[in-house]
């Protein structure tokens, strides 16, 4: 209603001004004079700039005499120095270096099969047999053959010590055991691979395959997993790679378990990616429950910049002004009467966490820095501070 007022006064006044220099503004426009127009446009501009200080003054003496007056309510808080920690957050997935799919490494029938899925195992365990097609046999006849070497080999030995017999003689039994421990070597390592051993300890996770199949190079026997070493390898944008060092904690969080984990950087790579611009890391994650499984989405927030004692504001209090100003408004009893008022301070801002933003400059400790309301008020104006 006040307001009503005021524009309805600021019309009047202007009208009995306009009503006195209507005629000098119709004929300064007749003239086609712009010296004439000008005089007549500035005579305006200075009654209305008289008329509206008039009612600036008469607004804030109505406010201060105002016994009923309501005034903007605020809530605010006071400012602390707080430790403050800032994280680069991103995207990863967990994974173990010990997750491999195991092959046969030669063709027969499948004629063993001693694990089952979900089996614990242990490193060189054996798993499987594959039909060796004879070289068991030939393993034997081999290693009797190299018996009958050796025999000859040293009986050749002691002649020649004796400077019994040829040297050939000699030469030959040597040359003939040497060869035949190559033949064994060889037999032995073909029928080793007739044998599918675990290659480290974990748990057969799936097994593809059954007892009496034919089998071959490249095809799919077991998945074996090792749950122990889990990490977690993720892409950080190149724009941190100053801020992510070997060893710096991070918090790993799992949303599909609802848990988060400390794990250390122990590894970032030393290439770019030039199609993205990112580098690797892995994280180690510890995995005591036993609750990790590769491929899980998980979120890191590494941490890169802590201070001990800094002055954090809500991020929704800080207001942004015509020029890129950043504002904070805060309390001080500088009223009439010692009520509090609303002053506007100008503020740089660092980094941000959750719903906190860190004030560098413009605000100190003891600040009482106006949280709800804020939007409601300016720099001086009355308020009422609510408990």
Not at 266 to 277: A, E, G, L, T, W
Request: charged share 25%; hydrophobic share 35%.
């Amino acid at each position: 209603m006040k307001k009503i007022v005021y524009i309805a006064s600021l019309s009047l006044l202007l009208f009995s001004c306009g009503g006195n220099e209507k005629v000098n503004v119709d004929e300064a426009l007749k003239s086609n004079d712009l010296q004439q127009i000008k005089a007549s446009r500035e005579a305006l501009h200075n009654e209305y700039e008289k008329i509206s200080a008039d009612l600036a003054r008469l607004d804030a003496a109505i406010d201060s005499l105002e016994p009923n007056r309501k005034l903007p309510l605020v809530q605010a808080i006071t400012l602390k120095d707080t430790s403050f920690t800032h994280f680069i957050e991103i995207q990863g997935s967990v994974d173990t270096k010990q997750n491999i799919i195991i092959y046969p490494e030669t063709s027969g029938v499948l004629e063993q099969l001693n694990v089952k899925a979900g089996q614990r195992v242990t490193k060189g365990q054996v798993l499987a047999r594959v039909d060796d097609g004879g070289l068991a046999a030939q393993v034997a006849q081999a290693e009797t053959q190299l018996q009958l070497a050796k025999t000859t080999y040293e009986r050749q030995k002691r002649l020649w010590d004796q400077k019994i017999g040829s040297e050939i003689q000699y030469l030959q039994a040597q040359t003939s055991l040497e060869s035949q421990k190559e033949v064994v070597a060889q037999l032995k390592s073909q029928l080793a691979k007739s044998v599918i051993r675990a290659p480290f300890t974990g748990t057969i996770d799936e097994v593809m395959t059954e007892r009496g199949k034919v089998v071959g190079p490249g095809q799919d026997l077991f998945r074996i997993v090792n749950l122990d070493d889990m990490y977690v390898s993720a892409t950080v944008p190149e724009s941190y790679i100053s801020q992510v060092k070997l060893g710096a904690p991070v918090d790993v969080q799992l949303n599909s378990l609802g848990k988060t984990y400390k794990g250390k950087v122990r590894q970032v790579s030393n290439y770019i990616n030039p199609d993205n611009r990112t580098f690797s890391i892995e994280v180690a994650l510890p995995n005591p429950d036993n609750l990790l499984r590769p491929n899980q989405v998980a979120v890191l927030k590494i941490e890169d910049y802590t201070n001990k004692a800094a002055l954090l504001v809500p991020e929704n209090v800080v207001q942004q002004k015509s020029g890129g100003r950043l504002v904070v408004y805060t309390l001080d009893n500088k009223g009439k009467k010692g009520e509090p008022v609303a002053v506007e301070n100008e503020v740089k801002t660092g980094l941000k966490s959750g719903a906190y933003v860190e004030i560098k400059s413009g605000l100190k400790e003891g600040d009482r820095v106006i949280t709800d309301g804020a939007k409601t008020v300016e720099d001086g104006t009355p308020v009422e501070v609510l408990d």
